[in-house]
């Protein structure tokens, strides 16, 4: 299955995943007032440093919010990867089926968009890594 996703960062920007297709994609449901998301933001950060060098991009999606607060949690936690401003929750749905039931969820898409691998639920990097950087080798 492949979703399908767009709208606007929070700094302004045009994004639409099909801009992404032929590269390994790690989307992540956020919101500022999720206490789950606020502990795996810095195993989020860490994944995007150490994955970069492989192709890997991130997109994350912030949901149920308001735009000062996200903006204030992506500077408190560093979080240097664009995400969609998504206060309906209504950019999720493009996930179809598989769309989250919780937050935070995370998915890694494949060069070809599909869905490789998902999170429910705070994630860590000792966890999540191998996972990504297998879904990039087998993809290079």
Not at 62 to 90: C, H, L, M, Q, V
Request: glycine share 8%; charged share 25%; with cysteine.
């Amino acid at each position: 299955m492949t979703p399908t996703l767009k709208g606007t960062t929070l700094d302004g920007d045009q994004v639409d995943i099909a801009d992404i297709r032929g590269q390994i994609l790690v989307i992540n449901i956020w919101g500022s007032w999720c206490a789950p998301c606020r502990k795996e933001a810095p195993e989020l950060v860490k994944l995007h440093k150490e994955t970069e060098p492989l192709g890997v991009r991130f997109l994350g999606i912030d949901i149920r919010d308001n735009k000062s607060a996200a903006k204030a949690f992506e500077r408190t936690y560093g979080i240097a990867y664009p995400s969609i401003f998504d206060p309906d929750g209504r950019t999720v749905t493009g996930f179809k089926q598989m769309a989250p039931r919780a937050v935070p969820t995370t998915y890694v898409l494949d060069k070809e968009g599909r869905v490789a691998a998902l999170s429910i639920g705070p994630l860590t990097y000792r966890d999540f890594y191998p996972i990504i950087r297998d879904i990039a080798a087998e993809q290079a």
